[in-house]
């Protein structure tokens, strides 16, 4: 097929009813990287316990105290790719999270046991940053769902790779592999182009 034959195919596909060119993503910010942005979170136990009397680092420089809530902040952060770990912790975070621009939110559970991993992110939308809820991470017969912030926690044990998916209604499914873990959390983010 000749160039020109292409471009006309993408050019029909992209016109509406008044033969107007349009643009799928117009009005799409996408994740506005180097952005003001702030992230909060909340460190807690399987149970659901806060996880308390420890600090939270961001990028490795930058430490806040975790409440008594198992709550913490960073505000004057960027949009873009953080890491986030904790100390004194036996169990530790490892991934890094996709901020975007303004106010972010995570919470993350914190693995209490060396036979047990754990999965923790969020599910967002790649033209705007915003939370996805109710996306589902995991196989067909074993997923778990965001909630309204587009947070998840999945548990992740044993030492195997694995492959599954991210779905949500209007999205474009993503498929990933990660190496399932002893005694730690992985932190993983998803962003999730529109469906056309």
């Known amino acids: ?12 596909l992209s016109c509406n009813r008044n033969n107007e060119i349009t643009n799928p993503f117009e009005g799409c ?20 316990a806060p996880v308390t009397g420890v600090k939270v680092t961001l990028d490795g ?15 004057g952060v ?4 953080h890491s986030l770990t ?11 999270l996709q901020v975007v621009k303004g106010n972010n939110y995570v919470d993350v559970v914190v693995s209490t046991d060396f036979n047990q991993g754990w999965a923790a992110g969020r599910v967002l939308d790649a033209c705007t940053g915003r939370p996805i809820a109710s996306a589902r991470i995991g196989t067909e017969g074993a997923f778990v ?9 999945k548990p992740a044990c044993c ?7 991210v779905r949500a209604n209007g999205y474009v499914s993503a498929h990933y592999g990660v190496a399932r873990v002893f005694g730690r959390t992985q932190l993983m983010d998803f962003v999730l182009e529109r469906a056309r």
């Open 1 to 12: 097929m000749s160039r020109s034959l292409v471009l006309l195919a993408l050019l029909a």
């Open 29 to 48: 910010a996408g994740l506005s990287l180097g952005e003001p942005a702030s992230l909060e979170g909340r460190l807690h136990t399987p149970g659901g």
């Open 61 to 75: 420089n930058v430490q806040t105290d975790v409440g008594v809530d198992g709550r913490f902040a960073f505000s």
């Open 78 to 81: 960027r949009a873009g790719l």
């Open 86 to 96: 904790y100390s004194p912790g036996m169990f530790p975070l490892s991934g890094q």
């Open 145 to 153: 769902t965001t909630g309204p912030d587009g947070t998840y926690n």
């Open 159 to 165: 030492n195997s790779s694995f492959g599954e998916s």
